[in-house]
Every structure is written in structure tokens, then in C-alpha cells.
């Protein structure tokens, strides 16, 4: 009888024990999913951060060393988006501190010198005022209509941990920009005036007096396969430091 009741004592405790363990695995994995699931204001500062970038991802996407890649980008941004033709070298380093997980001094950009990569971008360097500016040459439109364009699409959005986050973009290859002209020419016939797709970035991009960026503006993200193929995934490490998401990493 006292051999039974130890043996029904053992079960019982193999019974609570494995109770608390599923209890303790749900307990971590509701924590898990809590903890890397992005809330609306997460989400909401990144999708603001993506939307700045996300056009000028083909500048960062290159075979390259990040300093001249970050050089070129913030020569081009400021160039298409705050009209700012010239940047000094202090100015270039704090544009990169504001945006990359990168500590760096005007010294340091002048060190870079200028790269084949920052030649082939047009990169131009003044060492008497310290200035670095950027040329867009004039492209007629039978050049333009050959050039293929780099379109990228956010896929997935995940927290790493409290201070890092992923995206996964898929990158798209526009292999003829007068396909998008002709597919939202079509898309228009379709709609009312009052819900007409502004065309006026794409046209002049085409002719080759506007600008790329404005002309990836137009696109709808849903509509990209209609015009453009599949190319590859590439993933950003965005990272909070004082308050600001940056960039960490390109992969």
C-alpha cells in the first residue's frame, strides 16, 4: 500500500511538474511574440523613415565602401529633395551621423579623396572652401528609355530587439520606363477626372529633365510586377539611437 501511494506521489509530481513547464513555455512565448511584435507608433516612424529612403536605396545598394556611398547619397538627397547643390565636408558628416549608425568628421570624408564610384556619380570637390557638389549631365531620351531603373518594395517589417528593426525590401528592375508611362496612360482612361494620376514626373523624367526619385514617386508599390521583374531581397537594420531610427546595416 505505501509502495502505491509513493508511486501515485511520483506521478502527480511528473504531472505538476509538466503543467508548470507548459505553463512557464506559454508564458515565453506570449512574451516573444509580445516583444517582437511592432506597435502602430513603431511602425508608423519607420514607414515615415522608409519613405525618405526608399527611392535613393539604388545609391546605397552597390558594390562600395559605405563612406562613398554615403557621401553620394547625401549629395544626391539633398540635391533632389532640399534643392542644395553644394555640401561642405562638415555638412556631408553631419548629414550621415543624422541618418547612419556611423560615427564621422569632415576629416574623415576628405580622407575618402573621390572614389571611381563617386566619379561614375558625378562627384566634384572644391579643397579651397572644403565643397563637394554633384552633376546631373543632361541624358537625351533614347539614352533614358534603355536605362533600366531599380525600384524597391518594402516585404516585411520585424523587431529584432527593443533598439534594432528589419526590413526586407524586393527589389524590382524597370527594364523600360516607358512601359510605367504606358501603364498608367491606360490606368487613366479608366478613372474620372478628379482621380486622374498626376503623369507630369514620369513624362519629364522621360525627356530628361526631371528627376528619378519623382518619377519612382508615381509608382504604386501594388502595381510594380505589372512593369518591372523580380530581381532580389535585400534586408536594412534600422537602429534607435537618441531617439532617431538610423541605418545600421545594408544586407
Request: positive net charge; aromatic residues 12%; proline residues 2%.
Amino acid at each position: 500500500m505505501k509502495n502505491k501511494i509513493n508511486v501515485d506521489n511520483r506521478r502527480l509530481g511528473l504531472i505538476v511538474l509538466c503543467g508548470l513547464g507548459f505553463i512557464f513555455l506559454v508564458t515565453i512565448l506570449i512574451y516573444l511574440f509580445h516583444f517582437r511584435s511592432l506597435s502602430s507608433l513603431e511602425k508608423k516612424n519607420i514607414r515615415e523613415k522608409n519613405s525618405e529612403i526608399i527611392n535613393y536605396l539604388n545609391y546605397l545598394d552597390v558594390d562600395a565602401k559605405d563612406d562613398e556611398k554615403y557621401i553620394v547619397y547625401a549629395l544626391i538627397y539633398n540635391k533632389i529633395e532640399l534643392n542644395k547643390n553644394r555640401l561642405t565636408g562638415e555638412e556631408i558628416a553631419t548629414f550621415i551621423k543624422d541618418n547612419f549608425n556611423k560615427e564621422i568628421t569632415k576629416d574623415d570624408i576628405k580622407n575618402v579623396g573621390i572614389t571611381p564610384y563617386m566619379l561614375d556619380n558625378n562627384v566634384s570637390y572644391e579643397p579651397g572652401n572644403d565643397t563637394y557638389s554633384i552633376v546631373f549631365n543632361t541624358v537625351d531620351a533614347s539614352t533614358i528609355s534603355k536605362k533600366e531603373i531599380a525600384y524597391y518594395k518594402v516585404k516585411k517589417m520585424s523587431k529584432v530587439n527593443r533598439k534594432k528593426y528589419k526590413v526586407t525590401y524586393e527589389k524590382y528592375v524597370i527594364e523600360n520606363p516607358y512601359e510605367v508611362l504606358n501603364y498608367y496612360m491606360e490606368q487613366n482612361t479608366q478613372k474620372k477626372e478628379q482621380d486622374l494620376i498626376d503623369l507630369s514626373p514620369i513624362k519629364s523624367y522621360l525627356m530628361g529633365s526631371g528627376s528619378l526619385s519623382s518619377f519612382k514617386k508615381v509608382i504604386n508599390e501594388d502595381d510594380i510586377k505589372n512593369f518591372a521583374k523580380y530581381d532580389k531581397k535585400i534586408s536594412i537594420i534600422f537602429v534607435v539611437k537618441d531617439d532617431e531610427l538610423l541605418i545600421d546595416k545594408i544586407k
